[in-house]
Each structure stands twice: as structure tokens, then as C-alpha cells.
């Protein structure tokens, strides 16, 4: 699989993170990217146009409070669509386990 990876020219391709474990895409991931994306460019925005009115920039507490932010957000929708591929494999699991048989706690 490695030596396919490397043929190919790189690594996962984007399309491919937004898919879940069927192969569809998924919305709770194509959001989380709309997001993220969103809230990277826009900040970024907004401090330019605050600079360019007020002439003053506050590094300090721009990347103080906009990174803990952003990194506490990312990290949670992450979180949750791992759980949840989590619980669909285990559900899949257990539906695909043959039923259990009683015929040892019968009585004779």
C-alpha cells in the first residue's frame, strides 16, 4: 500500500478525508472543512480591515485567543466524527456476529 501511495505522487487526497467508512461523503466532515476553512481565512480578514481602519495590530492577542480557539474547535469535530466511525465499525461488527445459541443452558 505504501509503495501505491507513493506512485500515486502523495499522500491522502482531500476527497478522501471527507469520506466516511462506506465511501460517501459525509456531512459532518464536509462541514468541519467548510468550517475550518472559513474560520482560518476569515479572522485573517477581519484583522486586516481593523489594521487598515485603526492603523494598530495586537499580535499578542490575536494569536493568543484566535489559535486556542481555532485548535479547541477543530480538535472536538474531529473527535466526534472519530467516535462515530468508532461506533459505526463496532455496530458492524456486532450485527455481522452470528446469534448466540442457547442449546448450552438448556436443561436435560
Same mark, same amino acid.
Given at each position: 500500500? *505504501?509503495?501505491?501511495?507513493?506512485?500515486?505522487?502523495?499522500?491522502?487526497?482531500?476527497?478522501?478525508?471527507?469520506?466516511?467508512?462506506?465511501?460517501?461523503?459525509?456531512?459532518?466532515?464536509?462541514?468541519?472543512?467548510?468550517? $475550518?476553512?472559513?474560520?482560518?481565512?476569515?479572522?485573517?480578514?477581519?484583522?486586516?480591515?481593523?489594521?487598515?481602519?485603526?492603523?494598530?495590530?495586537?499580535? /499578542?492577542?490575536?494569536?493568543?485567543?484566535?489559535?486556542?480557539?481555532?485548535?479547541?474547535?477543530?480538535?472536538?469535530?474531529?473527535?466526534?466524527?472519530?467516535?462515530?466511525?468508532?461506533?459505526?465499525? *463496532? /455496530?458492524?461488527? $456486532?450485527? /455481522?456476529?452470528?446469534?448466540?445459541?442457547?442449546?448450552?443452558?438448556? /436443561?436435560?
Amino acid at each position: 500500500m *505504501v509503495d501505491e501511495v507513493r506512485r500515486e505522487g502523495g499522500g491522502v487526497k482531500i476527497f478522501q478525508i471527507l469520506k466516511n467508512i462506506n465511501g460517501e461523503f459525509e456531512i459532518g466532515r464536509v462541514w468541519l472543512s467548510i468550517g $475550518t476553512g472559513s474560520m482560518v481565512i476569515a479572522p485573517v480578514v477581519f484583522q486586516g480591515i481593523d489594521t487598515f481602519k485603526n492603523g494598530h495590530w495586537d499580535p /499578542a492577542a490575536f494569536c493568543g485567543g484566535y489559535g486556542l480557539g481555532l485548535g479547541g474547535l477543530i480538535t472536538s469535530g474531529v473527535l466526534a466524527i472519530g467516535n462515530k466511525d468508532k461506533n459505526v465499525a *463496532v /455496530a458492524r461488527q $456486532t450485527q /455481522a456476529m452470528p446469534p448466540l445459541s442457547d442449546t448450552s443452558t438448556e /436443561a436435560k
